[in-house]
T-cell receptor, first 114, second 111 residues
Framework: ETGVTQTPRHLVMGMTNKKSLKCEQH?????MYWYKQSAKKPLELMFV???????ENNSVPSRFSPECPNSSHLFLHLHTLQPEDSALYLC?????????????FGPGTRLTVT | GENVEQHPSTLSVQEGDSAVIKCTYS??????FPWYKQELGKRPQLIID?????GEKKDQRIAVTLNKTAKHFSLHITETQPEDSAVYFC??????????FGPGTSLSVIP
């Protein structure tokens, strides 16, 4: 699959579980993002990575832990989540050079916390 | 930090009519304003963008206007079609790292 892929597409977890979301981009971009999409806040920026370095943390609770081992892969580690964390988690990537700031989104992971 | 507001939250138009969605932003330093379209069950995709050195940009049936002084920008869709039905998000950005999205407008085009 080309573009931005995310796994798993659906995840149900209990509040005491630990799970990870994975994002991979095949576009040669050097910036990657995590967004939370819910009915309350439709597209809420969580984290930004540029060349594997975290450049933005939008006051996200520590129960969400991002990891960017290289420019093509981004993870979101989850532990002791709350039911209000149930949402669609979208990954995106963008180029870091040139005039385009376009973000390319993945299909998302639908997370349900029980 | 930047805050983006968007109106209306829902919009219904008859096929063939025009649709206008308006956004305001708070940070006068923002210089990039994209619009994304998200169809039901799909990922957001960029449809048009504008930079602060341009007042208007057009691409076929869609156009965006920007008023830097008033800090607002608008999306105009002419001759709407059923496939235009989606949620539209405006956004404002100072740099690549932090694109702040508005709350979205759900557009329904009635055949």
């Amino acid at each position: 699959e080309t573009g931005v892929t995310q796994t798993p597409r659906h995840l149900v977890m209990g509040m005491t579980n630990k799970k990870s979301l994975k994002c991979e981009q095949h576009l040669g971009h050097n910036a990657m993002y995590w967004y939370k999409q819910s009915a309350k806040k439709p597209l809420e920026l969580m984290f930004v990575y540029n060349f594997k370095e975290q450049t933005e943390n939008n006051s996200v609770p520590s129960r969400f832990s991002p990891e960017c081992p290289n420019s093509s892969h981004l993870f979101l580690h989850l532990h002791t989540l709350q039911p209000e964390d149930s949402a669609l988690y979208l990954c995106a990537s963008s180029p870091t050079s040139g005039s385009s700031y376009e973000q390319y989104f993945g299909p998302g992971t639908r997370l349900t916390v029980t | 930090g930047e805050n983006v507001e968007q109106h209306p939250s829902t919009l219904s138009v008859q096929e063939g009519d025009s649709a206008v969605i308006k956004c305001t932003y708070s940070d006068s330093a923002s210089n990039y304003f994209p619009w994304y379209k998200q169809e039901l069950g799909k990922r957001p995709q960029l449809i048009i963008d504008i930079r602060s050195n341009v007042g208007e940009k057009k691409d076929q049936r869609i156009a965006v206007t920007l008023n830097k002084t008033a800090k607002h920008f608008s999306l105009h869709i002419t001759e709407t079609q059923p496939e235009d039905s989606a949620v539209y998000f405006c956004a404002a950005s100072l740099n690549r790292d932090k694109v702040i999205f508005g709350p979205g407008t759900s557009l329904s085009v009635i055949p």
